[in-house]
C-alpha cells in the first residue's frame, strides 16, 4: 500500500485536506476493530498498549468514517463533514466527475445500445417472417 496510492484527492493534493481520524484514548477500549477494518493502513495497533495509532493519516478517503461508525464506544472522531463539501465546491471537483463518470459507465451505454440494436434486429427478422408467410 503506498502513500503515492491516496497522494490525491480528484487531483488536489490529499495533504490539503485535514481529513483523518482521531483517537480519545480515554474512551477507546483497545478493542482493535478499527486498526483491522481499514483497508488503507491508516491505523497501526501498539500491543504494549494496546491502542490504535493514526500512523498514516492522509491515507485516509475523504469522507469516509466507517471505523468511527463501528467503534463500540465512540472514541473516533471526524471533522465536520460539511468541510468536505466545501472541499470539493472550492477545488471544482465534480467537472472531474463527470469525466470520471463517462469513462467508468460509458461501456454500459455501448452494452444497452448493442443489445437494443440486437433486439431491434430480432423483432425485424420475426416481422418479416410472419409478412413472407402472410404472402
Ligand atoms: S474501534 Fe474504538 S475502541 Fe476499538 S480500538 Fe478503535 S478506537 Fe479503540
Ligand atoms: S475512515 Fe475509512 S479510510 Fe479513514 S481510517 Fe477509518 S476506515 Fe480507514
Known amino acids: 500500500m503506498s502513500e503515492k496510492q491516496f497522494g490525491e484527492w480528484f487531483g488536489v493534493p490529499r495533504k ?16 482493535g476493530l478499527c486498526a483491522v477494518i481499514c483497508g488503507r493502513g491508516v491505523y497501526s495497533y501498539d500491543l504494549v498498549d494496546k491502542k ?12 469516509c468514517q466507517t471505523c468511527a461508525n463501528l467503534c463500540p464506544v465512540g472514541a473516533i472522531e471526524f471533522p465536520d463533514p460539511q468541510m468536505v463539501r ?3 465546491r472550492k477545488h471544482k471537483i465534480f467537472t472531474k466527475v463527470k469525466k470520471l463518470l463517462n469513462e467508468k459507465f460509458a461501456h454500459q451505454l455501448i452494452e444497452t445500445a448493442k443489445s437494443y440494436s440486437e433486439e431491434i434486429s430480432s423483432q425485424e427478422k420475426k416481422m418479416k417472417e410472419m409478412d413472407s408467410k402472410n404472402k
Open 16 to 31: 490539503e485536506i485535514p481529513w483523518y481520524p482521531k483517537i480519545d484514548p480515554a474512551t477507546c477500549i483497545g478493542c
Open 52 to 63: 490504535p495509532v493514526v500512523v498514516k493519516p492522509y491515507n485516509c478517503l475523504v469522507g
Open 86 to 88: 466545501d472541499e470539493a
